[in-house]
């Protein structure tokens, strides 16, 4: 034990293994080829160097691709020129006839209205023989019937040398029944081509534009009748008669097929038909009957007004005409633009253009009457059938102007034009 007072020394560390100094130490070893004594066995260890540091390796520059070269087009070996053939004929015998038929429906006009004029001059004019004023009917006739066989799908080349041949022999025998004959087909086919040359009609305007249309080449048609017959030469009351007749059947055999047949009709065409008709057959037979069995006081009164009428406005409008005729063709033309059985009111209208083309032969009146009577039927027809297409417009819910200018906007059923075919 120490003796009080002394520092206690410190413990003397047990022998054993020296520690070395730090540079002293040995490297951590491996087994390798030198020896290491661990207890009684031996080991072969190595000294464990530290890995080199990592040096940081760049990616090779890209390369450049060599752009190909394009290699020279080879050069076209020369051939022989081959021989041409002959062009084709292209389309079928049908399609060349009716391609000739419209090429010459645009040069039938020009023949129209030279036979108009002829006609005119030789009535107008210096005394000339009848010859030349029937070949200017000849001419009128011929040109009207080659333009109705193209409108309606037919063969005009027959049509034209069937209606000059029969025109020739009026001319040339100047036999009065063939002459009446040629008149009176000429007044039929101006009557039946007037309505088929009109195309459908979106507005009231429109509708007023093809009813001038159509009574404008009944005219052209009144001339060539006059250029066969004069007022003198037929009854001019059966000829109007015979003519108006013949005009209504034709039409309506064109409108059947035109118009779809019969079925397409509904209640409402049938009941337009059936009041046209009601309406036709009262105003010839009541004027029938009033020339043939009126009493002399109301053949008087009549008379009375017809000269008050002619005294004060110059002219007599046609009754048929502006209560019938007209209103028909204004209302058919503005129907077929949204339906295609309107054509069979614009069937109708032959009252207006079968009368015209019988009105200058029909009684012997001045310029001036004739077209002043003419101008008030198409007044009153107008008037009229405006009155009916408004009606008519009621009942299908068109109320209002802006509810008209809608449906008039899209009311436009395509068909073709003047010169072409309508089938």
């Known amino acids: 034990m120490p003796p009080p007072g002394s520092v206690p020394r410190a413990a003397p560390r047990p022998a054993g293994r020296r520690i070395a100094a730090p540079e002293e130490r040995r490297p951590d070893v491996r087994p390798t080829d030198a020896l290491t004594e661990t207890g009684s066995h031996a080991r072969i260890t190595e000294p464990i160097a530290s890995p080199p540091p990592a040096t940081p390796v760049r990616p090779p520059a890209p390369r450049a691709t060599p752009e190909p070269t394009p290699k020279p087009a080879p050069k076209p070996s020369p051939k022989p020129p081959r021989r041409q053939s002959p062009p084709a004929v292209i389309g079928t ?43 200017g009917g000849v001419l009128v006739s011929s040109s009207l019937a080659w333009g109705l066989a193209v409108r309606t799908g037919g063969r005009p080349v027959w049509a034209t040398a069937l209606t000059t041949v029969l025109g020739l022999a009026a001319a040339v025998t100047q036999w009065e029944s063939l002459l009446s004959g040629a008149a009176i087909g000429t007044a039929v086919l101006a009557a039946t081509f007037s309505l088929m040359l009109t195309t459908p009609a979106a507005t009231f305007g429109l509708a007023i534009r093809e009813a001038l249309v159509a009574v404008s080449l009944a005219w052209v048609g009144a001339l060539g009748v006059l250029g066969y017959v004069d007022h003198d030469d037929v009854d001019v009351e059966r000829f109007g008669y015979v003519v108006f007749a013949l005009s209504l ?39 029938e009957a009033i020339s043939q069995w009126g009493s002399r006081d109301l053949v008087d009164t009549l008379d009375q007004a017809r000269d008050w009428l002619r005294s004060t406005l110059g002219a007599v409008p046609h009754p048929i005409m502006g209560l019938l005729g007209y209103p028909a063709l204004v209302w058919g033309v503005f129907m077929r633009a949204r339906r295609r059985q309107g054509w069979w009111v614009c069937a109708f209208g032959v009252a207006a253009t079968a009368s015209a083309a019988t009105r200058l032969i029909a009684e012997d009146l001045g310029v001036r009457s ?41 009311a436009h059923r395509p068909e073709p034009r003047r010169t072409s075919p309508l089938h």
């Open 249 to 287: 059947v034709a039409a309506f055999a064109l409108v059947y097929r035109l118009g779809a047949g019969l079925h397409g009709l509904g209640r409402r065409g049938y009941a337009v038909a059936a009041g046209a008709t009601l309406l036709l057959f009262l105003a010839m037979a009541y004027s």
């Open 370 to 410: 004739i077209v002043l009577g003419e101008v008030y039927s198409l007044l009153i027809g107008l008037v009229l059938g405006y009155l009916v297409i408004r009606v008519e417009q009621s009942f299908t819910g068109s109320h209002g102007r802006r509810a008209r200018r809608d449906e008039e906007a899209v």
């Open 93 to 135: 015998a049908a399609e060349r006839r009716a391609q000739f038929a419209i090429t010459g429906s645009e040069n039938w006009f020009l023949v129209l209205l030279l036979g108009a004029a002829t006609v005119a001059f030789a009535r107008l004019g210096p005394d000339l023989p009848e010859v030349v004023r029937t070949l």
